[in-house]
């Protein structure tokens, strides 16, 4: 073969986009693309508007090694908010402005509606009305007939990567800019981006372009306009976050998942209960090491370049209540949802009528995934009681409203997740947790065990008249729940409580990791499907799954399962051992690392490579996240 055939195959390879084989931060074709656009960076660095502009072009360029044409979604997000960030400022009239506003989220959030959940609302509608409605592509048929070809698919819709991040970071821009213009503008508001290139940058940046974490303007755009600098320490640090999130990522991750846990959600009822559980609390570090993961790699990447992303976790598993999880995990989407949904609902102040509305909705969706009117029936009937309390309770209202507007943020972020029953009962359950511990700590001691006791209870004479599993299974949570209130009773009456605390810290943080984990079981069922199939196999799995660890064990082999399973222990024991680490001693250890001289920081980064790789599987592994 000739050097023309050559350079033409490599060309050839080089812009052409292959669906089974994406660009990942975990390839080396990733990195050698990245020591390309550092070396332009050198270049350029000091010229900001046409390093940004390059820039611009090389996160298209990644974006379409990523998605393929794709691409197209992506410029017409970038080029139709851009202009809508233009507009705004110059309507006369708040209400014109707000009129605008809301035009630009409904076309936003209508791209993410048909590629996302073209599916659920046709499983929706074919249930409620005996419909045999199919999905059918009907961009890639626009695209056919323009074409005069049948180059493009058009009975299935595929998922655009990270559509659901830079869907509603353009929101964030476009709100923020609305926030910013008139007579009185508030204190959050921005002024809009002038330079499209400056913008398409902003909106298309690679590193958390396809799973987050979510940038605000207000804290990117800033950072477009500084010249490059890059110290010492930040260097070092840069390069300890990507080595860190390859290994959370190759180490723990992937291991977990390529050689445990997707064998077991595959199919539960070939595995015990004890290797279901197990394969439940694996996922829970899995999907953890991912996503954060992703993250460093992001944040270290951006930093090498002289950006500056926002932390997205800190240290989830140390919450001591569900709440305060959801402060930790996934921040960025967290203050999205409390800055773009919570707080216009209403907040902790007032109720809407989107209040009500999201809820009854999401039950009226629920009811017809299901078949079961009751579930509607039930959700109406209880928003009615609340809605009545509201109105005749004046002492009740506020914090009502409250636990209502937080449990239709929590609901609409499962259906942010996946377009799945699944994920609404994700979202649920942890609004159910963070409202249950808003309960649970304006309680005293001796309520606290008593409710908790009547539960118990409860449950117990559940299963003994309906040995069901998923009845078992909540007596023995249940009953956990109560042994730590009824110690935690004892202590208070004999005076111990400063003894107590830190018993209590760590029986907070155990029983959060357990109620997060179990939710996971839905979070996962609902994932990695077909979205065509995606309600009833994922039901299936998470109900297979309740019925293996809720069912009978046989205790005898519980040890040789361990066993047998030992290495999967070991790195699930290692993995939470380093997240539980106190986080001085991490902060500690990334700044001795930020200080080797350069030389040893070299060969530490060889060796942590070289044992990362001894982990790598056969097939690379998309980061979990891609496919929301």
């Given amino acids: 073969m000739g050097m023309v055939e050559v350079a033409r195959d ?3 390879n080089l812009f052409s986009f292959d669906q089974a084989h994406p660009l990942l931060f975990t390839q080396f074709y990733f990195w050698a693309f990245f020591a390309l656009v550092l070396a332009m960076l050198c270049v350029f660095r000091n010229k900001i508007l046409l390093r940004n502009a390059c820039l611009f072009a090389v996160s298209l360029f990644f974006y379409y090694k990523t998605s393929g044409l794709f691409l197209l979604l992506l410029l017409f997000v970038v080029a139709f908010n851009y202009l809508a960030g233009l507009l705004i400022p110059r309507i006369r009239g708040k209400g014109w402005r707000k009129a605008v ?8 959030l209508s791209l993410l509606f048909y590629y996302k959940y073209a599916y659920f609302v046709t499983d929706v509608a074919n249930n409620l009305f005996g419909t045999s409605f199919v999905v059918r592509d009907w961009f890639a048929a626009a695209g056919n007939r323009i074409t005069g070809t049948s180059a493009f698919t058009v009975d299935s819709i595929f998922l655009p990567v990270g559509i659901s991040f830079f869907i509603f970071q353009a ?9 910013g213009a008139g007579e009185n503008p508030d204190g959050r508001g921005i002024a809009p981006v002038r330079n499209f290139m400056d913008f398409g940058f902003y909106l298309s940046f690679f590193p958390q372009l396809v799973a987050g974490p979510i940038v605000r303007a207000k804290e990117f755009i800033p950072q477009l306009r500084k010249p490059f600098f890059l110290s010492r320490h930040q260097f070092g640090i840069a390069i300890f ?3 860190n999130g390859l290994a959370k990522k190759l180490v723990l991750s992937d291991y977990l998942a390529v050689n445990f846990c997707d064998r077991v959600f595959e199919n539960p009822l070939l595995y015990t209960g004890f290797e279901n559980l197990t394969a439940l609390f694996c996922y829970s570090l899995q999907v953890y090491a991912d996503f954060s993961g992703y993250t460093d790699i992001a944040i270290g ?3 090498l370049m002289g950006f500056y992303l926002p932390k997205n976790f800190n240290s989830p598993y140390k919450a001591r209540s569900a709440g305060e999880f959801w402060k930790r995990w996934h921040i960025s989407l967290s203050r999205w949802l409390q800055d773009y949904l919570y707080i216009p609902l209403g907040g902790n102040r007032k109720g809407t009528f989107g209040t009500y509305a999201i809820i009854i909705g999401i039950a009226f969706l629920a009811s017809a995934l299901a078949r079961d009117w009751w579930v509607f029936g039930s ?7 609340l809605a009545m309390l509201i109105l005749f309770k004046k002492d009740w209202r506020k914090e009502l409203i409250a636990d209502i507007n937080r449990m239709d943020t929590m609901l609409l972020g499962g259906l942010w997740h996946g377009a799945s029953w699944n994920f609404m009962i994700w979202g649920g359950l942890n609004g159910l947790g963070i409202l249950f511990f808003r309960f649970w700590k304006s309680c005293n001691p001796y309520i606290r065990t008593i409710v908790i006791g009547l539960v118990c209870t409860a449950f117990l004479l559940l299963k003994t008249a309906f040995p069901a599993p998923v009845f078992n299974l909540f007596f023995w949570w ?4 109560f042994a730590g209130a009824f110690v935690r009773m004892l202590y208070h009456a004999m005076h111990f409580r400063r003894d107590f605390s830190r018993l209590h810290l760590y029986w907070s943080v155990l029983t959060t990791f357990i109620f997060i984990t179990f939710t996971r079981l839905f979070f996962r069922s609902g994932s990695n499907l077909d979205p065509a199939e995606a309600n009833r196999v994922a039901w299936e799995t998470a109900k297979n799954m309740v019925n293996r660890i809720g069912g009978d064990w046989d205790w005898s082999l519980v040890p040789a399962m361990a066993w047998q399973h030992r290495s999967i222990l070991l790195v699930f024991a290692l993995g939470m051992a380093v997240h539980w680490l106190p986080d001085r001693f991490k902060r500690r250890y990334r700044i001795v690392f930020s200080r080797l001289p350069l030389a ?9 490579v070289f044992v990362i790789c001894q982990f790598v599987t056969a097939d690379l592994q998309s980061f979990i996240y891609f496919q929301f």
């Fill in 301 to 303: 990447v951006a930093m």
């Fill in 171 to 179: 929101i964030s821009y476009i709100v923020d800019v609305s926030r």
């Fill in 10 to 12: 490599f060309l050839g």
């Fill in 241 to 243: 976050w990507i080595i």
């Fill in 379 to 385: 959700v109406s009937v209880l928003t009615a009681v």
């Fill in 478 to 481: 249940t009953f956990s729940i």
């Fill in 600 to 608: 040893v920081m070299v060969l530490a980064v060889a060796a942590a």
């Fill in 101 to 108: 506003l809301a035009a630009g989220i409904v076309v936003d």
